[in-house]
């Protein structure tokens, strides 16, 4: 059975790992330039936004974003909303508690939806890719990113020169137990939802799976 909310007790200890890991921060940045490349202005739905820093991160790089984190810890949410706060862009984001299979917004409500490292907490990512379809305004699109278990060898001993041994140790073997997806569950999960996506594919972005459709 899988947890979908991170527990309240341990989402501070969440919040820190993140904010300090270089790892996490770099995946956040890069994200947050690839949807700043391609969208210029809009409604954007962070699903899965624990301490809300991609929210954050988009935000700092825009300020013609309207954005909203959901996250189904109460206390990931509080944790979220003092973090804008503290980044000064509390005024600009929204973080609310909601599940990503029932999402309390209006049909073609955002431009974009993004969830980064969220996807395998998901009890059924069918329906929740449903949702975000129908969420989602004519042409909007979602990108949905989580580790990815199977990479190469050639993408570990990269990440292993750029992070060094003992964070990749971490990240590479500790951290994706847990937190991952490999490619065929990731094909498997594009053809197993019901949503008429104009378009979707997969992208490898090292030890990142990226799934993108297109409304």
């Given at each position: 059975?899988?947890?979908?909310?991170?527990?309240?007790?341990?989402?501070?200890?969440?919040?820190?790992?993140?904010?300090?890991?270089?790892?996490?921060?770099?995946?956040?940045?890069?994200?947050?330039?690839?949807?700043?490349?391609?969208?210029?202005?809009?409604?954007?739905?962070?699903?899965?936004?624990?301490?809300?820093?991609?929210p954050i991160?988009?935000?700092?790089?825009?300020?013609?974003?309207?954005?909203?984190?959901?996250?189904?810890?109460?206390?990931?949410?509080?944790?979220?909303?003092?973090?804008?706060?503290?980044?000064?862009?509390s005024g600009?984001?929204?973080?609310?508690?909601?599940?990503?299979?029932?999402?309390?917004?209006?049909?073609?409500?955002?431009?974009?939806?993004?969830?980064?490292?969220?996807?395998?907490?998901?009890?059924?990512?069918?329906?929740?890719?449903?949702?975000?379809?129908?969420?989602?305004?004519?042409n909007g699109?979602?990108?949905?990113?989580?580790?990815?278990?199977?990479?190469?060898?050639?993408?570990?001993?990269?990440?292993?020169?750029?992070?060094?041994?003992?964070?990749?140790?971490?990240?590479?073997?500790?951290?994706?137990?847990?937190?991952?997806?490999?490619?065929?569950?990731?094909?498997?999960?594009?053809?197993?939802?019901?949503?008429?996506?104009?378009?979707?594919?997969?992208?490898?972005?090292?030890?990142?799976?990226?799934?993108?459709?297109?409304?």
């Open positions: 059975m899988k947890i979908e909310a991170i527990p309240n007790l341990v989402s501070p200890v969440y919040s820190f790992i993140a904010q300090k890991s270089p790892c996490i921060k770099d995946i956040y940045k890069e994200v947050a330039d690839e949807i700043c490349s391609k969208l210029s202005s809009g409604r954007i739905l962070d699903i899965g936004t624990g301490p809300g820093y991609l991160e988009i935000a700092r790089r825009s300020s013609a974003f309207e954005i909203v984190g959901i996250d189904l810890s109460p206390r990931m949410v509080e944790i979220a909303n003092n973090n804008a706060q503290g980044a000064g862009l600009r984001i929204k973080f609310k508690l909601a599940n990503a299979g029932s999402l309390p917004f209006e049909d073609g409500y955002f431009d974009l939806i993004v969830s980064t490292l969220s996807l395998h907490h998901w009890s059924d990512p069918a329906r929740c890719i449903n949702e975000i379809y129908r969420v989602l305004k004519k699109e979602a990108y949905i990113y989580d580790l990815r278990r199977d990479t190469p060898e050639e993408v570990n001993a990269s990440f292993r020169t750029r992070y060094g041994w003992f964070l990749s140790f971490l990240f590479l073997k500790i951290v994706r137990l847990h937190s991952s997806i490999t490619l065929k569950e990731a094909e498997k999960l594009l053809s197993s939802h019901k949503a008429g996506f104009s378009k979707q594919d997969i992208q490898e972005k090292e030890i990142l799976l990226g799934l993108h459709m297109l409304k």
